[in-house]
């Protein structure tokens, strides 16, 4: 078994298509709507499965905000240098909620930045 996608539901699809690959960099890998159920889904990532897990953003149409629940905690994201991706994140608009630096009580660094519709993103230095 292995990890494929992981859905979020987004208030407004472009903004999170824009946000995902302007602010995070990565490719909208395809995109489909269903009129009959009135819902359009794009798939995002850094490369296809089965290279990678991709993220799943569903628009439902004319639903234009979620509630954030309390058990969703975060997605997380690897990468060389935590510190220089705030600051292209920052530049290109991005939301820093919490700034590089190593993990309380360890020494990993990490940082978080949120998603237009308030989702949490781990940036973690590898």
């Not at 494929?4 to 995109?31: C, E, P, S």
């Not at 269903?34 to 439902?60: C, H, V």
């Not at 608009?93 to 630096?101: H, N, Q, Y």
């Amino acid at each position: 078994m292995r990890i494929l996608h992981t859905m979020l539901r987004v208030g407004n699809l472009q903004r999170a298509i824009d946000f995902y690959t302007q602010i995070l960099g990565m490719t909208l890998l395809r995109k489909s709507e269903n009129p009959e159920y009135k819902y359009t889904l794009a798939f995002l990532g850094y490369a296809s499965n089965p290279e990678q897990a991709e993220i799943e953003l569903t628009y439902n149409w004319g639903v234009e905000q979620y509630e954030m629940g309390t058990a969703y905690g975060h997605i997380a994201l690897g990468m060389t240098d935590v510190y220089a991706a705030c600051e292209r994140i920052k530049a290109a608009g991005g939301k820093v909620t919490r700034e590089a630096g190593p993990v309380k009580g360890g020494s990993t660094i990490i940082a978080f930045v949120t998603d237009p519709d308030g989702y949490k993103i781990e940036l973690i230095q590898r």
